[in-house]
Structure formats: C-alpha cells, structure tokens
C-alpha cells in the first residue's frame, strides 16, 4: 500500500518559517515529479511548488516564488518544503504528491496529473 505522510505542520508567526515534510512508503518515487497543494479554508485546492525526478527542475506558484523552496532526497523517498517570510494567506492544510509522470516534460501543476497524495498537514500562521 503506497503512503506519503506529511508532517512538520503548526504555528508560526509571521515572518517565520516551517519545513514540511513528506515520506513516502509502499512504492519509491526517486522517478517520479512531487509536489505540493494547498487548501486554506472555504477555498479550493491549489499547486503551490513542483519538482522533477531528478530535482533539476522546479515550478513555483507566484505566490510563494522566492519564499518556499521544494526539494526531495530520493535515498530517504522523503520531499520536503520549506517555508520562509510566512503570512497570514499561507495558511491552509498543505498536501504533499507524487505523479506517476517524471516530469521531464512539462512539470505537473494540476491535481488530476498527480496519482498519490497525503492526509494534510495544518499550516497556521499568526499576525
């Protein structure tokens, strides 16, 4: 049974910073494009960052280009985010996936074009 299990949620206050973590178990990723989602409340779902097999490409949301930065380290099958100058609109539950394209071609932005995801994790950021 394939899993990705994110952790490294919480509270912070603006202008901090958090990492999130995601472990993948069941199957190995090391080929397969991440990336993470967001969803703040009443709100859809939205891409916030991608990164290919080999991590040499990226994609970023605008808004959070130049503060989040997305990585991975395929030996431990665990991706990662890491979270900087947070404010009060990056708060949502954040959702780590894995896409079964490697995202050699067009780095995937879209939900349907990732195939796993994880449970969430809560993101809270104070004023």
């Known amino acids: 049974q394939v899993q990705l299990v994110e952790s490294g949620g919480g509270l912070v206050q603006a202008g901090g910073s958090l990492r999130l973590s995601c472990a993948a178990s069941g199957r190995t990723f090391s080929r397969n494009a991440i990336a993470w989602f967001r969803q703040a409340p009443g709100k859809e779902r939205v891409f916030v960052a991608a990164?290919?097999?080999?991590?040499?490409?990226?994609a970023y949301a605008d808004s959070v280009k130049g503060r989040f930065t997305v990585s991975r380290d395929n030996a431990k099958n665990t991706m990662y985010l890491q979270m900087n100058s947070l404010n009060t609109e990056d708060a949502a539950v954040y959702y780590c996936?894995?896409?079964?394209?490697?995202?050699?071609?067009?780095?995937?932005?879209?939900?349907?074009?990732?195939?796993?995801w994880g449970q969430g994790t809560q993101v809270t950021v104070s004023s």
């Open positions: 990164m290919s097999w080999s991590g040499l490409r990226t």
């Open positions: 996936a894995a896409s079964l394209d490697s995202g050699l071609g067009n780095l995937p932005r879209y939900e349907h074009e990732y195939n796993y």
